[in-house]
């Protein structure tokens, strides 16, 4: 595994954004029991040894895809971290969801690309002021027909094939997009909380997928990461 060095990983700071914090002891996955440092006041302590570890190797992957010219899709969609999610993904220039996940948007895809195409023909109606041809009705209709378009699909309007991979900050919550991403053999890399199976996720970051803050550092990490290789 890389050097703690090579992505400027602080455990200090790491340690100050709650990234080590996991849940009570009661709640512990088995298979999380290799990422544990102790207890504290009935919670587990995860290492963060480990964590900055696993989050290289995550980086150095994620680092090879946008290298290689391809893509990689965030999700995240507890609402503390929509806003987030959509900020770094815009400055990274990459397709994100931070919704509801669709179900169907990997096992369907298809039918989701002819979603997308519609969505992408009503905003170039709207914005070219096509929608005053209808009635008052009509035009109300297709306006809020647009914003919950908008709400599923705006993250991924560009995509166009599947992601090489997905970043996903809460397995349980998004459960189902890791299936259909295992489903159809999508690389997945994911937050895993200490109640959480991280032999399902392609690289498990072990961290507090609850904090804000603790999210913010991974996902800044992985910002950095990108931007970098962007510049090159």
Known sequence: MGKIEDFKIDMDEMMKAGVHIGHSISKLHPKM???ILGIRNTSHIIDLKKTSQYLIE??????EIIKN????????TKPPFKTLIKEIAEECNLPWVNERWLG?????????LKRIKYFKELTRQKETDEFEK????????????????????????NIEKFPEAVFICDIIKDKLCLK???MKGIKTIAIVHTNTDPTL???????NDDAYLAVKYILEKIKEAILSIKKK
């Open 33 to 35: 029991k290799d990422f």
């Open 58 to 63: 995550a980086l150095k992957f994620i680092q």
């Open 69 to 76: 010219g391809g893509t990689l899709l965030l999700i995240g």
């Open 104 to 112: 169907g948007t990997f096992t369907n895809f298809g039918t989701i």
């Open 134 to 157: 209808y009635t008052k009705k009509e035009k109300i209709k297709k306006e809020k027909e647009l914003e919950e378009l908008k709400i599923k699909f705006e993250g991924i309007k």
């Open 180 to 182: 259909e991403a295992k």
């Open 201 to 207: 996720v392609d690289y498990p970051i072990p961290a």
